[in-house]
Nanobody
Framework: QVQPVESGGGSVQAGGSLRLSCVSSLYYYMGWFRQAPGKEREGVAAINIYDNSTYADSVKGRVTISKDDDKNTLYLQMNNLKPEDTAMYYC???????????????????????WGQGTQVTVSS
């Protein structure tokens, strides 16, 4: 079992950018999720070993997920951040047997896989 370790969160103003990183053994599916206070955890972006990716509608065009296999690191580049992006962001890893697609990995409830402790992103207006 692996526990991913996230970093890169912080406080920025609306319109700013952040790049989150996650050091983890890279499984078939890797993804970023977020949870705001009082809300359920939601999928943000996911990628598979072939670099096929899926994004939540709320972040499409503003967020890019990528990975560096040599460094065992997953990234989330976030641009044009909005106050509604404020949340704890979690990295997750899942083997192929748990879900059938990156979309299912993002949408399945409860969320599956191995989880990190999270990194806080706060966007002020």
């Amino acid at each position: 079992q692996v526990q991913p370790v996230e970093s890169g969160g912080g406080s920025v103003q609306a319109g700013g950018s952040l790049r989150l990183s996650c050091v983890s053994s890279l499984y078939y599916y890797m993804g970023w999720f977020r949870q705001a206070p009082g809300k359920e955890r939601e999928g943000v972006a996911a990628i598979n070993i072939y670099d096929n990716s899926t994004y939540a509608d709320s972040v499409k065009g503003r967020v890019t997920i990528s990975k560096d296999d040599d460094k065992n690191t997953l990234y989330l580049q976030m641009n044009n951040l909005k106050p509604e992006d404020t949340a704890m962001y979690y990295c997750a890893a899942a083997p192929r047997r748990l879900v059938d697609s990156t979309k299912e990995f993002l949408d399945i409830r409860p969320p599956l896989g191995y989880w990190g402790q999270g990194t806080q992103v706060t966007v002020s207006s």
